[in-house]
């Protein structure tokens, strides 16, 4: 049998269905490959192999039964560590969370398990999603399976990795300001934050409330869509959740993008560093151009302010999310001579030295006499960015920009470099800021092969049109694939 | 020259809403059970977990505004007050800070006969905390603490008023008040010693004329009404000493000590708390439509006020009786009902007030416990007024019935307690009295009145004590002088 | 107005963080540039904007008032660091 690393989810579910593979071999040759590039990629924090196992052996006896077993039935998949997992550790790559283990599945959990999919661990991340390169979790960074003195991006770096090492077929991630699009970029994989509300954020450990998204990564358009429609809907445990009317996302994979209007906002393309990448951009708008869309450049002003509107809102927010760690009811405790120096150092012990900053940038800006020079302000620019995104998109389908402004950058390279940092952030959190959705695509490869992404943003519940281009991108041009991080033989 | 002092007293009033589960989440609201067993991942702060607004609590919120005359707010919010307690999981209560549900209302209080509007400066909703055991007799005495979550994230309502209030018995009658309206609301158990209602106070004096408020303090742990007053009036006088004395009275948090009768402070406001609100995210706002607000306001049971009223108005009670009986709702509901049942209000209320009220503070029972049904009551009312008990024997019955619950025409029945009414049969009973003691029969025809009670006495002994003594007298009197 | 170190520190303590003292030098020198960075929002002509608080306009999501499961006292002492009675165990609050 030839190896199944490296199809998508819908080519396997034509194997598995016409019963040529079993779920159980399938999940076994994942194992396999994870036992075998997992000391050099480091994806995962913990591998669920027993689970997965009788999981997958559930899923093949339900379809000897000649049950359905459910539309991603028997495809491995992996989970960042930052989506809770009813007793399986569940870290967010946190000292803090070390050894924590939740009472209860993610919604997002629930809804893959229904649907069959297999999931066989957890993805590392930087500490609590705040990050990008992996480097700020706990335990250890992920290695970029295209170089391994590149950094997979971040915060969701290891789960983007696993795909891209094809350790699993999916995997899925959470999205504040960039976190699954930036390192599907540097990984050559797809990355799709959702529409704010479209995925339920029940039992996603919360970096940022009003930014965080859960999100998938995948290795083509087919299986966004597919995952999309297991994932997607209103949930009544998540009052941000709404239903959404799309239905079946696969109708949507049409190779036709006639008459769309595109905007390629200015601003983005003067964040990038690397040419390479503004010219996989022009290629791709003249492709769409050429298969009958309209790009035009467009203007989004107030793009220069939204890294510093990102860094006030996400730091306020963290610091409030973050304060239930103080170890009484769960997580890491350290014994003091009394409250008070129990919480200090349970804290000062559990938290990395980027949380540390976030939560007292957080709290700093939240304090009296601080609240309206820097929370308030940033609440207001927010309004500015989501003003510019209706403007522009009630005259244009969807926008066209840069997914990152270089490709993966080495370990050490974002440290104390602040620019490198508000470029990331500037094309990837002003979607987070207005809450529309956003899919990053690979396209095309830098240097030494570092695959580079383009990013498509859309409308408000309008993923509709991200995955129609998408696909027109990935049916017409060769660039969406970039060839095979790790080679079957290592 | 001594000056003369005006206090000012504002009071916090916490509500737990009535609600079957809390306020976030689904867990039950029931008082007791075991430790942590009323929890689920979400009031217990666990890790990715969000809040879902309990509808009932948002009406019951209305239902309470409404009834204290307070503007509803189209728009209200949540925020987030962050704070460090082992009894708060999250670190931060969620509540409303910006927007709160109700402002702008105010109740009237009636102290010495005197009428007075209290203003309410808004009511908004908020999650309750959990409780801390203490290892020791007190918090600070205490190795450790334990922590039990039964109680996180059940709804509260708080309701903050103005400082209108000017002395400790204004502040009992004001909170004995917001007790009423919400218990007939039906919003809140308002018990104060299971702490579904609780109190803190805001104080402090100024010299009679002046404008400018005094340093206030904050007054904690009063566990009823009795306290609410003492701990005022203690705190009067401390802050009056104070003054005279020409000391400066410290702006902080001071706790009440039931055993000793004084109130000591917790700790400053030097440490001045930063809550750091801000909106609560995970929370949608709420819009209430006029219409919604219409729905609840049309399902508001009579007030305590109105239905004062109308006992005193249309059904001629004294105004205390009125005061006494609207003063919890359950009582008030027995009174109205007793009254459908057997239309003589006045002799209603006097039971209501007498026996009733006196057995039921005897007993310690709530109206509700109470094994009295107006059904019940009405029956032994209306034994009594058609002659067939006396009204001695209906106090018996009365009392055996509040212990029992048995039926009145039962333990009448079982009692053997009929009175005698039939003249036949009395008649019979008479003659044979006054056959037997003719020197009685002839005192009395001398003249001598005393004689005539010795003989009905004789014929209530033949009877058992169960002839109705109007119909002797009645009888004697005709055969004596016959 | 830049942050100062003594500023971090005090605002560490009220996030129940203690830093070190090379944590907070970076921390408040990285705060500074951050902070600085945030200056261009204060340059922007917005005192008349609304802030955006919620991302969708959503209002009024309820639930009904229906009880739903519980976790046993096992479960949700199940990660506790300390327990005692079937509570969470803290040390000497004062």
């Known amino acids: 049998m030839s190896s199944l690393l490296g199809l998508t989810a819908h080519q396997l579910q034509g194997l598995l269905e016409k019963k040529e593979i079993s779920s159980e071999d399938l999940v076994k040759e994942h194992l396999t490959r994870i036992a075998q590039s997992e000391e050099q990629i480091k994806a995962f924090v913990t591998v669920t192999g027993q689970e997965a196992l009788q999981q997958a052996r559930t899923i093949d006896e339900k379809r000897s039964r000649g049950e359905q077993p459910g539309s991603l039935a028997g495809i491995p998949l992996a989970l960042t560590d930052n989506l809770c997992t009813q007793g399986i550790k569940t870290t967010a790559s946190s000292r803090m969370l070390r050894d924590f283990r939740p009472p209860y599945n993610a919604a997002v959990v629930e809804k893959l398990q229904e649907a069959g999919a297999v999931s066989v661990g957890k993805c590392n991340l930087d500490e609590f999603g705040l990050g990008a390169s992996t480097e700020n979790s706990a335990f250890f960074p992920t290695h970029n399976p295209y170089g391994e003195q590149a950094v997979p991006g971040g915060a969701c770096g290891g789960a983007a990795a696993a795909v891209a090492a094809q350790e699993v077929v999916f995997a899925l991630g959470s999205d504040t300001g960039g976190s699954l699009r930036q390192p599907a970029s540097f990984c050559g994989v797809i990355g799709l934050k959702p529409t704010y509300g479209a995925v339920s954020r029940y039992g996603l450990i919360a970096c940022a409330s009003s930014l965080d998204q859960v999100g998938c990564f995948t290795r083509d358009m087919t299986d966004c869509a597919l995952v999309m429609n297991v994932i997607y809907g209103r949930d009544a445990k998540d009052s941000t959740s709404v239903s959404f009317p799309a239905g079946d996302f696969t109708k949507f994979l049409v190779n036709d993008v006639k008459g769309l209007k595109i905007g390629i906002p200015r601003e983005y393309l003067q964040e990038v560093n690397d040419p390479r990448i503004t010219a996989y951009l022009q290629q791709a708008a003249a492709k769409l151009e050429e298969l009958g869309a309209v790009c035009e450049e467009v203007s989004l002003p107030h793009t220069a302010e939204a890294a510093s509107c990102y860094n006030l809102i996400l730091a306020a927010e963290v610091s409030s999310n973050l304060a239930r760690y103080d170890g009484v009811q769960y997580g890491l405790r350290v014994q003091g001579e009394d409250l008070v120096s129990m919480y200090k150092k349970s804290r000062s012990q559990g938290f990395g030295e980027e949380v540390k900053k976030q939560i007292i940038l957080g709290t700093y800006v939240l304090s009296s006499g601080q609240y309206e020079d820097y929370y308030l302000q940033a609440l207001k620019v927010r309004t500015l960015i989501k003003e510019d995104f209706a403007q522009v998109l009630s005259k244009y389908d969807c926008l066209l920009t840069p997914a990152t402004p270089t490709a993966a950058f080495d370990f050490g390279a974002i440290k104390d470099n602040l620019s490198l940092l508000t470029s990331l952030n500037t094309l990837t959190c002003p979607a987070n800021l207005a809450g529309i959705p956003a899919l990053s695509l690979p396209f095309g490869t830098a240097a030494q092969g570092s695959p580079c992404g383009l990013q498509l943003l859309g409308r408000a519940f309008g993923e509709e049109t991200l995955l129609r281009v998408g696909y027109a991108l990935e049916q017409n041009t060769n660039l969406t694939q970039p060839s095979p991080a790790v080679k079957g033989e290592m | ?482 | 107005m830049k942050i100062t170190e003594q500023e971090v520190h005090s605002v560490a303590e009220i996030a129940r963080l203690e830093l070190t003292q090379e944590e907070g030098q970076k921390i408040t020198h990285a705060l500074q540039v951050i902070l600085e960075q945030t200056e261009a929002l204060k340059r922007l002509e917005i005192s008349k904007v609304k802030p955006t608080v919620y991302v969708l306009p959503l209002q009024n999501v309820f639930s009904e008032d229906q009880l739903d499961k519980c976790l046993t006292q096992e479960q949700a002492l199940g990660n506790a660091p300390e327990v005692e009675k079937g509570c969470f165990k803290v040390p000497r609050i004062i």
Not at chain 2, 190 to 209: F, H, T, Y
Not at chain 2, 453 to 477: C, D, I, S, W
């Open chain 2, 1 to 482: 020259m001594s000056t003369e002092y005006e206090v000012v007293i504002g009071l916090e009033v916490h509500a737990e809403l009535k609600t079957k589960t809390k306020i976030f989440c689904s867990c039950p609201t029931e008082f007791g059970g075991e430790e942590n067993t009323h929890v689920c991942p979400g009031c217990l702060g666990f890790p990715g977990t969000l809040p879902i607004m309990n509808k009932k609590a948002v009406e019951y919120a209305v239902r309470a505004g409404l009834a204290l005359n307070c503007e509803i707010q189209e728009y209200s919010k949540f925020d987030r007050k962050h704070y460090f307690y082992p009894d708060l999981p999250t670190a931060y209560q969620i509540s409303q800070f910006e927007f709160p549900i109700c402002k702008a209302g105010y109740v009237e209080i009636a102290v010495n006969g005197k009428k007075k509007k209290i203003r309410l400066n808004r009511i908004h909703l908020e999650e309750d905390a959990g409780k801390l055991l203490h290892s020791g007799n007190s918090i600070t005495s205490s190795q450790y603490s334990l922590a039990d979550y039964n109680r996180s994230g059940m709804g509260l309502i708080e309701l903050v008023s103005e400082p209108d209030l000017s002395s400790a018995e204004e502040a009992r009658t004001y909170l004995e008040k917001l007790r009423a309206v919400l218990e007939y609301t039906g919003v809140s158990d308002v018990k104060m010693e299971q702490g579904s209602l609780r109190c803190d106070a805001n104080i402090s004096l100024r010299p009679v004329g002046s404008s400018k408020l005094g340093t206030k303090t904050e007054i904690k742990n009063m566990n009823s009404y009795r306290s609410l007053q003492r701990a005022l009036e203690y705190e009067i006088e401390r802050q009056r000493e104070v003054l005279e004395e020409g000391g400066t009275i410290i702006q902080e948090t001071r706790g009440w000590d039931e055993e000793k009768g004084i109130t000591s402070s917790m700790r400053s406001k030097e440490e001045a708390d930063d809550y750091r609100y801000f909106s609560d995210p995970d929370l949608p706002p709420i819009v209430l439509e006029p219409a919604w607000v219409e729905e609840i306001r049309a399902s508001l049971p009579e007030l305590p006020d109105a239905k004062k009223d109308r006992l005193v108005m249309e059904l001629g009670l004294s105004e205390y009786d009125a005061d006494i009986i609207t003063g919890s709702r359950a009582l008030a509901d027995f009174f109205d009902k007793t009254v459908t049942l057997f239309n003589e209000p006045k002799t209603v209320a006097n039971w209501v007030m007498g026996e009733y009220l006196r057995l039921l503070n005897a007993e310690g029972t709530e109206v509700q416990e109470s094994k009295v049904s107006p059904e019940k009551m009405a029956a032994l009312l209306k034994s009594q007024a058609t002659g067939k008990i006396s009204g001695k024997m209906a106090k018996a019955v009365f009392e055996e019935m509040f212990m029992t619950g048995k039926d009145p025409e039962k333990i009448i029945k079982e009692k053997g307690l009929v009175q005698i009414s039939d003249t036949d049969a009395l008649g019979e009973i008479v003659e044979k009295v006054l056959a037997a003691n003719p020197q009685s029969v002839a005192d009395y025809q001398a003249g001598k009145e005393k004689a005539l009670g010795f003989l009905v006495g004789q014929v209530m002994k033949e009877t058992k004590g169960q002839a109705n003594p109007g119909v002797v007298n009645g009888l004697l009197k005709q055969k004596l002088t016959d």
